[in-house]
């Protein structure tokens, strides 16, 4: 059970599995062009350079090194191309990735109305946060994966980078018990502890974590990255209860009642906005709100309607149509704009934190481009 040295980079196959499970419905199903826009699955990924848009700086950086992967919020393609044209800045960006052995994976939609909304409410300060439409979570499975004492703390924080151990808002949700595992290595082995033909006796712990089943996969490739065993042991238990109910947006309660002038001011300071980039306000003219509603994405109609059933008066979004401001008004809803980088960015840093710690010991740097 050897433990492997350091590698520089790690496969994009890999890397696609971690951005699949630590950001939930960060990409739908299989991997196809609508997320993984530019570039193929195979490959070394070793830097990951993440943005809101796939713009000119942001696909500078990630051209500037070979071997890296470009994720944003935003699509580079966003509808069926009829022609490419030599001088098109499209075409140009897809030259400069491809010559640069560089791939460009979009977070879906999906992932900016759950993930990013949770992170966006968290940053507001909100309490008794809960999905604003709620929708059935996953099959859960246990897993349980047998560790060395010295290694449980470095297992247990991969794995929940990796999605495991999340329960409703608690993250690294585990329980360990103690014991004495035994293997005898053999030949051709290459034990991190023991000799081969001997038995071995070490102090192990059995780390117990609910998952998602459907990434358990991307969970145990986290888990491998950092325990210490050739071979690593471990058990996985299909359970009867499901997710705790997830869905699209947030709504939440302030810590105490807010007029429009105040809640706008609220959103400023805790976003760091200010000047022509300060939060833009429409929709109705309400007047003391205490609940507040988050999306990630632009307040459409579902999300006004979804607002007003709750008895929120306020709704923060990046953006919204004509249509659902004139709903929003009809509602008693107020429009907080905030923009779309502003929306994903604290969404984009819990991202870009979770790759740093299980990259990082690979040699794969993450940058952040605004």
Request: positive net charge.
């Amino acid at each position: 059970m050897s433990e492997a040295g350091p590698v520089e980079g790690v496969s994009r196959i890999q890397a696609l599995r971690f951005i699949q499970s630590s950001a939930p419905n960060s990409i739908s199903g299989k991997i196809d062009n609508r997320t993984l826009q530019v570039g193929g699955l195979c490959g070394t990924v070793k830097r990951v350079v993440i943005a809101p848009y796939p713009s000119g700086p942001a696909i500078s950086t990630a051209c500037s090194r070979k071997d890296t992967l470009l994720v944003t919020a935003a699509s580079l393609i966003r509808q069926p191309v009829r022609s490419l044209l030599s001088d098109e800045f499209l075409v140009e960006c897809i030259r400069d990735l491809l010559h640069s052995r560089a791939a460009l994976l979009v977070l879906a939609g999906r992932w900016r109305r759950s993930f990013a909304s949770a992170v966006l409410a968290e940053r507001l300060g909100l309490a008794d946060i809960r999905a604003l439409a709620p929708h059935r979570g996953p099959r859960l499975v246990k897993l349980a994966i047998f560790v060395p004492t010295e290694h449980l703390d470095r297992v247990r924080a991969a794995a929940a980078h990796a999605g495991a151990g999340s329960i409703g808002n608690y993250r690294e949700c585990s329980f360990a018990t103690s014991g004495c595992g035994t293997f005898t290595p053999g030949e051709g082995a290459q034990p991190w502890f023991g000799s081969v033909g001997t038995l071995a006796r070490i102090d192990e712990v059995r780390l117990e974590m609910t998952a998602a089943a459907c990434n358990i996969g991307s969970i145990m490739d986290a888990v491998r990255s950092v325990h210490p065993y050739e071979e690593v042991a471990f058990d996985v238990y299909l359970l009867q209860n499901r997710a705790m109910s997830d869905g699209a947006g947030r709504v939440g309660r302030l810590n105490e009642p807010v007029d429009r002038t105040a809640l706008v001011g609220l959103v400023n300071r805790a976003l760091g906005l200010a000047g022509v980039t300060s939060a833009r306000c429409s929709g109705a003219e309400t007047s003391v709100t205490e609940w507040l509603a988050i999306t990630a994405g632009r307040a459409n109609e579902a999300v006004i309607r979804s607002a007003a059933s709750f008895g929120v008066s306020a709704v923060v979004c990046c953006g919204h149509s004509v249509k659902a401001e004139s709903l929003a008004r009809a509602a008693g809803v107020a429009l907080i704009e905030v923009g779309f980088a502003v929306s994903v960015a604290p969404g984009l840093a819990e991202f870009a934190r979770g790759a740093t710690e299980l990259f990082g010991p690979h040699g794969v740097e993450v940058a952040f481009v605004n």
